[in-house]
Nanobody, 123 residues
Framework: EVQLVESGGGLVQAGGSLRLSCAASGFTFDDYAIAWFRQAPGKEREGVSCISSSNVSTYYADSVKGRFTISSDNAKNTVYLQMNSLKPEDTAVYYC????????????????WGQGTQVTVSS
């Protein structure tokens, strides 16, 4: 059974940092792309970042470039999202999602999702 479990969310002041984790199980981790999406109240889900299978490529939304960094520890089957210089507009529920091999910004084509972790950035 494919499982994705996010952790690391919380409340932080603007300018602060958080590191989210996405622990994966139930599939061959190296063969899958792992993406982070977020959804704020009343807004559409937004792709934030993605790391492709075997860590070949990384992608970032323009809104987080230079502030967020995605990385993968294949020995731990875990993907991280380091979020620095956080802004109030980063407030959302953050989800990780997995799909075979390639990254995509289209959430509907990801077959597996975690339960989400809340990130709240106060001004």
């Amino acid at each position: 059974e494919v499982q994705l479990v996010e952790s690391g969310g919380g409340l932080v002041q603007a300018g602060g940092s958080l590191r989210l984790s996405c622990a994966a199980s139930g599939f061959t981790f190296d063969d899958y792309a792992i993406a982070w999406f977020r959804q704020a109240p009343g807004k559409e889900r937004e792709g934030v970042s993605c790391i492709s299978s075997s860590n070949v490529s990384t992608y970032y939304a323009d809104s987080v470039k230079g502030r967020f960094t995605i990385s993968s520890d294949n020995a731990k089957n875990t993907v991280y999202l380091q979020m620095n210089s956080l802004k109030p507009e980063d407030t959302a529920v953050y989800y990780c999602a997995a799909r075979y091999y390639y990254c995509s910004g289209y959430g509907h084509i990801y077959g597996s999702w975690g339960q989400g972790t809340q990130v709240t950035v106060s001004s």
